[in-house]
C-alpha cells in the first residue's frame, strides 16, 4: 500500500513543523513547558490561527479535515517538537462536545477555533484506566444535575475553559451503565482544581466537585450512549499520543545516530562498533514497526471491535518501544544524555510518562487480548 502523505497533508505537515521549529527551540520549549502556566497563550493562539487546531476536526465539527491520518499527523509534529500546548484536550473535549449535539455548536466552535481551551476528567484515584469506574456522583435535581465527587491527573486544568466530566447516574461504582457525560464550564461555582508540575513538563491537576449545579443541557450522554463515547474520545487519545510518542521516537533515533557518529574512543567514533551497531539497528526496527502500529490505528473509521483493537495495539507497541527507545537513547548518550542542557533527557521524560496516559502496556495487552476474544 501506498503511505504517501497527500498534498494537503504534506502542506499541513509542512506548515506545522516550520511554525514548531521557528517558535520551539528546546531551552524556550523549557522555559515554557515548566512555567506557571505549562503553556504559552501566545504560541496557542498563533497555531490555532494557522489553523492547526482545526486540522483535528471535519467539516462537520467545524474543522477541515479530521480523519485519523490527520490526528496522527499533526501529533507526530508536536511529538517531534516536544510542544506542551493544549491539543489533546482540544481533540477530545472538541469530539465530546460534537457528540453531543448542536446545541452544543458554540462551545465546540470556541474549542475548534481555539479561543478557548478544554480538558477531560475521566480518571479518578482508583480507576486503573478502567473508563466505568466512576464514583462521582450526579443527581438529577428539578433544574437539572448536582455532581459529588473527584476527577484525578486532567491536564492543562488549570488553563481550561471547558471540561467534559464523567459522572455517575446510577449503579455501581464499576457499572458500563449508568454513567453520565457533561460538560461543564472551568469557573462554575463548586468546582475546585489544584494544579501541579508534570515531570515532563506542562501541568495536570486534581478536581474536587462540590454541590455543582449544572443545567440540563450539560449533559452530553447518559446510559450505554455515554460508556460509548467515552470509548470513543479514549480512542482518539490513543491515537493522537501514540503518534505523539512516534515523533518522540524519531527524534531520538536521529540525534543517538548523529551522537554516535560524532563521539569518538580509541580514535574512532563510537558507531563504529558492532555492538551499539546492533542496539541501534534493532531500535531502529522497533520504531519501524511502531510506526506500522499507528499508520494501521489511524486507518479509521472502521468496525468498533476492529478500531479498539488497533487503537489498543498501537498504544500497546509505542507504550513498549517508547520506554526502550527512551532507555537506549540516555544509554548510548552516557552520562551526558541524563543532563538538563540535553534535549535527549526531555525527549525521553515525555516518552515514557506518554505509556502512563489512557492506559499503560500492561492495560492494553490484556485490552487487545480480551478483544480478540469477541
Given at each position: 500500500?501506498?503511505?504517501?502523505?497527500?498534498?494537503?497533508?504534506?502542506?499541513?505537515?509542512?506548515?506545522?513543523?516550520?511554525?514548531?521549529?521557528?517558535?520551539?527551540?528546546?531551552?524556550?520549549?523549557?522555559?515554557?513547558?515548566?512555567?506557571?502556566?505549562?503553556?504559552?497563550?501566545?504560541?496557542?493562539?498563533?497555531?490555532?490561527?494557522?489553523?492547526?487546531?482545526?486540522?483535528?476536526f471535519?467539516?462537520?465539527?467545524?474543522?477541515?479535515?479530521?480523519?485519523?491520518f490527520?490526528i496522527?499527523?499533526?501529533?507526530?509534529?508536536?511529538?517531534?517538537?516536544?510542544?506542551?500546548?493544549?491539543?489533546?484536550?482540544?481533540?477530545?473535549?472538541?469530539?465530546?462536545?460534537?457528540?453531543?449535539?448542536?446545541?452544543?455548536?458554540?462551545?465546540?466552535?470556541?474549542?475548534?477555533?481555539?479561543?478557548?481551551?478544554?480538558?477531560?476528567?475521566?480518571?479518578?484515584?482508583?480507576?486503573?484506566?478502567?473508563?466505568?469506574?466512576?464514583?462521582?456522583?450526579?443527581?438529577?435535581?428539578?433544574?437539572?444535575?448536582?455532581?459529588?465527587?473527584?476527577k484525578?491527573v486532567?491536564?492543562?486544568?488549570?488553563?481550561?475553559?471547558?471540561?467534559?466530566?464523567?459522572?455517575?447516574?446510577?449503579?455501581?461504582?464499576?457499572?458500563?451503565?449508568?454513567?453520565?457525560?457533561?460538560?461543564?464550564?472551568?469557573?462554575?461555582?463548586?468546582?475546585?482544581i489544584?494544579?501541579?508540575?508534570?515531570?515532563?513538563?506542562?501541568?495536570?491537576?486534581?478536581?474536587?466537585?462540590?454541590?455543582?449545579?449544572?443545567?440540563?443541557?450539560?449533559?452530553?450522554?447518559?446510559?450505554?450512549?455515554?460508556?460509548?463515547?467515552?470509548e470513543?474520545?479514549?480512542?482518539?487519545?490513543?491515537?493522537?499520543?501514540?503518534?505523539?510518542?512516534?515523533?518522540?521516537?524519531?527524534?531520538?533515533?536521529?540525534?543517538?545516530?548523529?551522537?554516535?557518529?560524532?563521539?569518538?574512543?580509541?580514535?574512532?567514533?563510537?558507531g563504529?562498533?558492532?555492538?551499539?551497531?546492533?542496539?541501534?539497528?534493532?531500535?531502529?526496527?522497533?520504531?519501524?514497526?511502531?510506526?506500522?502500529?499507528?499508520?494501521?490505528?489511524?486507518?479509521?473509521?472502521?468496525d468498533?471491535?476492529?478500531?479498539?483493537?488497533?487503537?489498543?495495539?498501537?498504544?500497546?507497541?509505542?507504550?513498549a518501544?517508547?520506554?526502550?527507545?527512551?532507555?537506549?537513547?540516555?544509554?548510548?548518550?552516557?552520562?551526558?544524555?541524563?543532563?538538563?542542557?540535553?534535549?535527549?533527557?526531555?525527549?525521553?521524560?515525555?516518552?515514557?510518562?506518554?505509556?502512563?496516559?489512557?492506559?499503560?502496556?500492561?492495560?492494553?495487552?490484556?485490552?487487545?487480548?480480551?478483544?480478540?476474544?469477541?
Amino acid at each position: 500500500m501506498d503511505f504517501k502523505l497527500t498534498e494537503d497533508r504534506r502542506m499541513l505537515e509542512d506548515t506545522i513543523s516550520r511554525f514548531l521549529a521557528d517558535k520551539y527551540s528546546i531551552s524556550k520549549r523549557n522555559d515554557i513547558a515548566y512555567s506557571e502556566t505549562g503553556h504559552s497563550a501566545q504560541i496557542w493562539a498563533e497555531m490555532a490561527e494557522l489553523g492547526i487546531v482545526a486540522a483535528l476536526f471535519t467539516e462537520i465539527e467545524g474543522g477541515f479535515v479530521g480523519q485519523g491520518f490527520d490526528i496522527a499527523l499533526v501529533f507526530e509534529a508536536l511529538g517531534r517538537a516536544l510542544c506542551p500546548e493544549p491539543f489533546l484536550g482540544a481533540l477530545l473535549t472538541g469530539k465530546a462536545l460534537a457528540a453531543g449535539g448542536a446545541e452544543h455548536a458554540d462551545w465546540l466552535n470556541s474549542i475548534v477555533s481555539g479561543e478557548k481551551i478544554g480538558a477531560v476528567a475521566f480518571e479518578e484515584d482508583q480507576s486503573h484506566y478502567q473508563l466505568q469506574h466512576v464514583a462521582t456522583s450526579a443527581t438529577k435535581t428539578a433544574s437539572g444535575y448536582l455532581i459529588n465527587g473527584n476527577k484525578a491527573v486532567v491536564t492543562h486544568v488549570e488553563a481550561a475553559d471547558i471540561i467534559i466530566i464523567s459522572a455517575r447516574l446510577s449503579g455501581n461504582v464499576d457499572d458500563q451503565s449508568g454513567l453520565g457525560i457533561f460538560a461543564v464550564a472551568a469557573d462554575i461555582a463548586g468546582l475546585e482544581i489544584q494544579d501541579y508540575a508534570n515531570v515532563e513538563g506542562g501541568r495536570s491537576g486534581q478536581l474536587t466537585l462540590t454541590n455543582v449545579a449544572l443545567p440540563p443541557e450539560a449533559l452530553l450522554a447518559e446510559g450505554d450512549a455515554a460508556f460509548e463515547l467515552l470509548e470513543t474520545i479514549a480512542g482518539y487519545a490513543h491515537l493522537a499520543l501514540s503518534a505523539e510518542a512516534l515523533g518522540i521516537m524519531e527524534v531520538l533515533k536521529f540525534s543517538t545516530i548523529e551522537f554516535l557518529n560524532l563521539r569518538q574512543q580509541f580514535g574512532v567514533p563510537i558507531g563504529k562498533f558492532q555492538a551499539l551497531q546492533h542496539r541501534m539497528v534493532e531500535l531502529v526496527l522497533d520504531i519501524e514497526q511502531a510506526r506500522s502500529a499507528v499508520i494501521n490505528a489511524s486507518t479509521l473509521p472502521c468496525d468498533k471491535i476492529d478500531r479498539a483493537k488497533r487503537l489498543s495495539a498501537a498504544k500497546l507497541t509505542v507504550s513498549a518501544t517508547g520506554t526502550k527507545v527512551a532507555e537506549e537513547a540516555i544509554q548510548m548518550h552516557g552520562g551526558i544524555g541524563m543532563t538538563w542542557e540535553m534535549p535527549v533527557s526531555h525527549f525521553a521524560k515525555r516518552l515514557v510518562m506518554i505509556e502512563h496516559l489512557f492506559g499503560d502496556e500492561d492495560y492494553h495487552l490484556a485490552r487487545y487480548i480480551e478483544l480478540s476474544k469477541v
